[in-house]
């Protein structure tokens, strides 16, 4: 997903988000990427981690629940659907006294594909086009069928943490690229719902692609576009590892990276640890399924969104470290807090 797809019209000439609309959207507090190996069993087809799944939902309510409530209020969960042959939880009667859902859900969150998706793309070669071939067209098809199963399960899980939230599914939305790049991206139905009162929950998606016929939209290439329309307080990566390493996390020598500074190039550097080695020194892993990049593609898209003049975080889901970054409590890359700062070279020498 080439440099192409973060020029400003690449999004606003293809949306038919005005800038009145968006001048009249409250500003955003936070993009959320949740990692794919985060929330599922990556070496598992299609299994979701339940536990970490149920940890990050129930954290992002915490995040979401204003600093000057006394006492938590008490959750009503929003899903009142039948499931696993149990009758519905129903919390209407709870509902109908309440004037307001006592939140600053001002979110956005975008979910990757983990053991969902990636299998069915890659023995399918969805990736590398050509719909005019059935294998394609059906590993299209069967691409689309399980991260959108995905994506109910997240905002399930969301619901029933009391979290207002709602599936957008990119294709849905006529999301498309040409030769990878993203060429369209109409962000009208997102907003709305964000100034309805929803929480959008996005995913990563096969597309359509305008010279190759189809490809698949990542989540990172996603949340880069939408920061840049939305321009967010703060960008957090939700990872299955404390953050970025100065080689494959799985080395007993590897190296958490703490803060890394992005120039007005775009080029970056590691500022904290000292490391002697450069930029070009860390190495990454991409699993043999992963069609979107893995990490690669992740430090590549966050150091766009850090150019951009937005603080990203990386860290790991479900920890202490990952609420307090979702509350937005961590300004720097304090001794007590374990993950990746990513910010601009211009913010940190204004510092």
Not at 186 to 196: G, R
Not at 249 to 259: K, V
Request: aromatic content about 4%.
């Amino acid at each position: 997903m080439g440099d192409e797809a973060g020029k400003p019209n690449a999004i606003l000439s293809s949306s038919s988000t005005s800038d009145q609309t968006l001048r009249a959207l409250k500003p955003l507090r936070c993009i959320v990427k949740l990692g794919g190996a985060a929330i599922t069993c990556k070496d598992e087809l299609e299994s979701i981690n339940e536990e970490n799944l149920r940890s990050v939902c129930a954290q992002l309510r915490q995040a979401m629940t204003p600093c000057k409530s006394s006492s938590p209020a008490k959750n009503l969960g929003m899903d009142w659907s039948r499931r696993l042959g149990n009758p519905p939880v129903s919390t209407i009667d709870e509902f109908r006294n309440k004037q307001a859902l006592d939140l600053d859900n001002n979110f956005i969150i975008v979910h990757g594909a983990g053991s969902f998706g990636h299998f069915q793309a890659s023995r399918s070669g969805v990736h590398k086009g050509g719909l005019n071939l059935p294998l394609v067209k059906a590993g299209f098809v069967a691409t689309r069928i399980s991260v959108t199963s995905l994506n109910l399960e997240i905002v399930r899980g969301l619901a029933r943490e009391g979290i207002p939230s709602v599936g957008i599914s990119p294709f849905a939305c006529g999301w498309s690229t040409c030769q990878k790049n993203i060429a369209s991206a109409d962000a009208s139905q997102i907003i709305k719902a964000l100034k309805a009162g929803f929480v959008p929950i996005l995913h990563g998606d096969a597309v359509l692609d305008h010279l190759q016929d189809c490809t698949i939209l990542s989540g990172d290439v996603i949340i880069r576009h939408l920061a840049q329309l939305l321009m967010p307080e703060y960008v957090v990566f939700l990872t299955d590892v404390l953050g970025v390493y100065d080689r494959p996390p799985t080395d007993p020598n590897a190296m958490l990276l703490r803060e890394i500074e992005v120039a007005e190039d775009g080029s970056w550097s590691i500022v904290k640890p000292n490391l002697p080695h450069a930029k070009g020194a860390v190495e990454i892993t991409i699993a043999a399924h992963d069609t979107t990049g893995g990490m690669e593609t992740k430090i590549s898209e966050a150091a766009m969104i850090a150019k951009l003049g937005i603080t990203v975080y990386i860290t790991k889901a479900g920890t202490d470290h990952s609420l307090r970054t979702l509350k937005g409590e961590i300004h720097s890359s304090p001794d007590d807090w374990l993950g990746t700062v990513i910010r601009s070279r211009r913010i940190s020498s204004s510092k």
